[in-house]
């Protein structure tokens, strides 16, 4: 079993930053990925970046050059630098813990990021 736990959401203005945290305990040594995910209103849940166990990170077009995506494996932590921030970044964000045998995904129960225009 592996425990996610999300944190550094908040309201913002356009232009500004803002760092999410994902902290995992339990079951971590199994992790093979953590993802970012965000879900705004009305709209499905999409992926925004993520970091394999061996540092290599992926981000969606979106976010590329805005978002950077971070580990401190000594913390179990993962980070989400976010800047440049838009009003379309508004969304819950929710952490992901991708362990593949067997495969599973935990998840985090999400931190809300508002971008006033």
């Known amino acids: 079993q592996v425990q996610v736990v999300e944190s550094g959401g908040g309201l913002v203005q356009a232009g500004g930053s803002l760092r999410l945290s994902c902290t995992t305990s339990?079951?971590?040594?199994?992790?093979?990925?953590i993802g970012w995910y965000r879900q705004a209103p009305g709209k499905q849940r999409e992926f925004v970046a993520d970091?394999?166990?061996?540092?290599?990170?992926n981000y969606i077009g979106a976010v590329k050059g805005r978002f950077t995506i971070s580990r401190d494996n000594a913390k179990d932590t993962v980070l989400l630098q976010m800047n440049s921030l838009k009003p379309e970044d508004t969304a819950v964000y929710y952490c992901?813990?991708?362990?593949?045998?067997?495969?599973?995904?935990?998840w985090g129960q999400g931190t809300q990021v508002t971008v006033s225009s």
């Open positions: 970091i394999s166990s061996g540092g290599n990170s």
């Open positions: 339990g079951n971590t040594r199994n992790i093979r990925a």
């Open positions: 992901d813990a991708f362990v593949p045998i067997p495969p599973r995904h935990y």
